[in-house]
Nanobody, 120 residues
């Protein structure tokens, strides 16, 4: 059973960079054909897929966030990270990490999520 845990600051100031880490247990970030995603949900709104890093290390981003988003991984720590630059209050959301295999439609496993508030 794969378990995912998000960690990072709960409060970020406008114009700064939001950084979150997802720690994986019960699985490996290099497991063949798995994709590791960041997804967010602003208050009162739906889920938004932000981007993913593949088992190969390739990255994929939502076109609407691509210019501000970077996803990387640390294979030695079995972690992947999200950086979102130039944040505004509209980036306030619960941020989730999740994973899926190439064979499934939806996410197979989710973290519990972490609330990040952008405010001065």
């Amino acid at each position: 059973q794969v378990q995912l845990q998000e960690s990072g600051p709960g409060l970020v100031k406008p114009s700064q960079t939001l950084s979150l880490t997802c720690t994986i247990s019960g699985g490996s970030i290099t497991s063949n054909y798995y994709y590791w995603s960041w997804i967010r949900q602003p208050p009162g709104k739906g889920l938004e897929w932000m981007g993913a890093i593949a088992y190969s290390g390739s990255t994929y981003y939502s076109p609407s966030l691509k210019s501000r988003t970077s996803i990387s991984r640390d294979t030695s720590k079995n972690q992947f990270t999200l950086q979102l630059s130039s944040v505004t209050p509209e980036d306030t959301a619960v941020y989730y990490c999740a994973t899926k295999s190439i064979a499934t439609m939806g996410m197979d496993y989710w973290g519990k999520g972490t609330l990040v508030t952008v405010s001065s």
